[in-house]
Each structure stands twice: as C-alpha cells, then as structure tokens.
C-alpha cells in the first residue's frame, strides 16, 4: 500500500512546498516595506495600511481564499486556482509580517535614530546597516512561528480543489480505507517544520554573536 500512497502524497508535497516558499519568499520583504511605510508614511496612506491589516488580521484565511477565486471574477478579475491561493496568502502573511516588524522598530530606542541623524550617516542607510538587524533579532522568534504556522496554513487551499499534502492524504484515506496516509502527512509535515525550526535556530545563534 505504501508505494501506492507515498506517489500522490509527493505531488501534494510539491504543492504545499511551492506554495510555502513563494508566500515565505515575498511575504517576510513586503512585511518590512509596510511596516515602514505605517510608520513613517504620510497620515493618509498610514490609515490605508492600518484598515488593510485590520481586514487581513480580523478575517479568516479561509474566507480570504475563497473572495480571491469565487470573490474577484464578480469585478472582472479571473485568477487561476493556484495564482488566487497566492495571492491570499501573500495578502494575509504580510499583514502579519507587517506588524511583527513594525512592534521590533518601534522597540528601537530612539536616541539610535537620533544619533544616526547627528552622525550624517543617513536615514536610509542608518536604517539598512544599524536598526534592520536590531530588528531582525527582536522578531526572529516572531516570525519564526509565523513562518511555521504558513507551512500548516497551506492546507487550506482544499477548498479551492488544490491537491496539496492533506488533501492528497485525505483522497488515499477515502480511496484505501486506511489511516496509514495521515499518519504519513502528520509526519511529513513534522520534518518539514523540524528542518525549518533548525534552520531558524542557526540563524538566531548566528545573530546572537
């Protein structure tokens, strides 16, 4: 049974690995772009930021998903079912992102700011080379929980009729009357989200010294 199951189980991994990697991919650089401009942006485009983030935080994915594939054809934008996925994750993901970053600059002690601007450093490169990697060690904790919850998070394009990781689990359980494919998706995605945790272990410790 095993060599019947794993084939399909692999397509649906490769789905969930794409889908992953593209939102992770764009998601964590938009989540500082918006973060600054919530920030530092004019009042206006701020409190356009501010309801987006709202909307992204305070529905859910799922629902998301869905107004992007049955929700945008209704205003003349047809997207395929992969490409509204992404487009849903990627909207969602930055919100979070964004505020993830947004609490690391604000943690920021203000007299760094200052003393950038009295050393004619420059603001953009002060931010880039001294605060962005304070910042990146305050929220890496953050965004690393983040980053795992999106692997989890993927198998919500089911609803869409995508065949990622658990829904191909979900067809072979129906199809062998069997438990084995759960048990092969629930320990799929423990390595996937164990190799992940070691990897953002080693990025904090080489952050650390």
Not at 25 to 30: F, K
Not at 80 to 90: E, G, Q, V, Y
Request: proline fraction near 4%; avoid cysteine; glycine fraction near 10%.
């Amino acid at each position: 049974m095993l060599q019947l199951i794993l084939p399909s189980l692999m397509d649906g991994l490769k789905m969930t690995l794409l889908l992953f990697s593209l939102t992770a991919v764009l998601t964590i650089p938009l989540g500082i772009l918006v973060a600054i401009s919530r920030i530092y942006a004019p009042k206006v485009l701020s409190r356009l930021l501010q309801m987006y983030i709202y909307f992204m935080r305070g529905t859910p994915l799922l629902l998301q998903l869905m107004v992007a594939f049955f929700g945008l054809p209704l205003v003349g934008v047809t997207l395929d079912r992969f490409s509204a996925a992404l487009l849903a994750f990627i909207l969602n993901y930055t919100a979070y992102f964004a505020e993830i970053y947004r609490g690391g600059i604000l943690a920021i002690p203000k007299g760094q700011f200052e003393a950038i601007q009295v050393l004619g450093i420059g603001k953009i490169r002060g931010f880039l080379r001294i605060i962005l990697p304070q910042v990146g060690r305050i929220v890496l904790p953050s965004v690393g929980n983040e980053v795992i919850s999106l692997v989890k998070d993927t198998s919500l394009v089911y609803v869409l009729g995508l065949g990622e990781l658990l829904r191909a689990g979900q067809i072979a359980v129906n199809t062998y009357a069997s438990l084995l494919p759960f048990v092969l998706v629930g320990a799929i995605y423990l390595i996937i989200t164990g190799v992940i945790t070691l990897g953002l272990n080693r990025i904090e410790k080489s952050m650390i010294k």
